[in-house]
C-alpha cells in the first residue's frame, strides 16, 4: 500500500535529500528548556537570542529606578554642573509626574524615590576631579608634554619648549 504525502512533506523530504538541511546553526544541539509555568517563556528566549533592549517596555516607575541607579556614573558625560542639574531636575520632575497617574488593578504602587539634586552633582564633582587625575596620569613627568595627541593650538610653544639649550635642543655655535 502506498502512503499518501502532503505536498508540505513532499517538500520537506525533497529538501532533505537535497542536504538543504545539512550545517545549520544548532544542528545537533539540544532545545532550549521551556518553562511551562511562565507564560512569558517565548518573549524571554526571543530577546535573549536577538539581544533585544525592552527597558522602553518597563513600567514607568521601574524604568526610573533603573536610571536612578545609574546616577552619578551615567551623568559622567556631562561637562558643566548646570547641566548636570538640569538632568536631575528634569528627572524629579518625570518622577513626580509618574506618581500623579492613577493606579492600575488591586496591586500596591510602585514609586520610584526623587534624587537629591546637591549630594548627586557632588558625587559627579568627585568623578570629574577623579577623572581629571587620571587625565594628568597620562602626562609624561620628566617634560610635561602629554603622550596622547596634542591639539594644534599651542604646537608652537611644545616645538619651543623641546629645543631649549641644555637639554640637547638648540644647536650651540661654535666657539660659545
Same mark, same amino acid.
Do not use: C, H, Y
Given at each position: ?54 527597558? $522602553?517596555? %518597563? &513600567?514607568?516607575?521601574? #524604568? ?8 552619578? +556614573?551615567?551623568? /559622567?558625560? !556631562? @561637562? ?24 492600575? $488593578?488591586? %496591586? &500596591?504602587?510602585?514609586? #520610584? ?8 552633582? +557632588?558625587?559627579? /564633582?568627585? !568623578? @570629574? ?24 593650538? $599651542? ?22
Amino acid at each position: 500500500m502506498e502512503r499518501w504525502e502532503s505536498s508540505v512533506e513532499k517538500a520537506i523530504r525533497e529538501a532533505q535529500e537535497r542536504g538543504e538541511f545539512d550545517n545549520l546553526p544548532g544542528a545537533g544541539k539540544p532545545l532550549p528548556p521551556i518553562n511551562p509555568n511562565d507564560p512569558d517563556w517565548f518573549v524571554k528566549q526571543l530577546a535573549t537570542r536577538e539581544q533585544l533592549d525592552f527597558t $522602553g517596555a %518597563l &513600567p514607568p516607575a521601574i #524604568a526610573l529606578r533603573k536610571e536612578a541607579a545609574g546616577f552619578p +556614573e551615567s551623568l /559622567r558625560e !556631562l @561637562r558643566t554642573e548646570e547641566s548636570v542639574r538640569q538632568v536631575l531636575i528634569d528627572f524629579n520632575r518625570r518622577v513626580r509626574e509618574d506618581r500623579l497617574r492613577p493606579g492600575e $488593578g488591586q %496591586l &500596591p504602587r510602585i514609586l #520610584a524615590p526623587t534624587v537629591d539634586v546637591d549630594a548627586l552633582v +557632588e558625587q559627579w /564633582r568627585v !568623578l @570629574r576631579v577623579a577623572e581629571r587625575r587620571e587625565a594628568t596620569a597620562d602626562v609624561r613627568q620628566d617634560d610635561g608634554i602629554p603622550t596622547t595627541v596634542p591639539d594644534a593650538s $599651542g604646537w608652537f610653544r611644545r616645538w619651543v619648549g623641546r629645543r631649549r639649550p641644555g637639554r640637547g635642543g638648540w644647536p650651540r655655535r661654535p666657539g660659545t
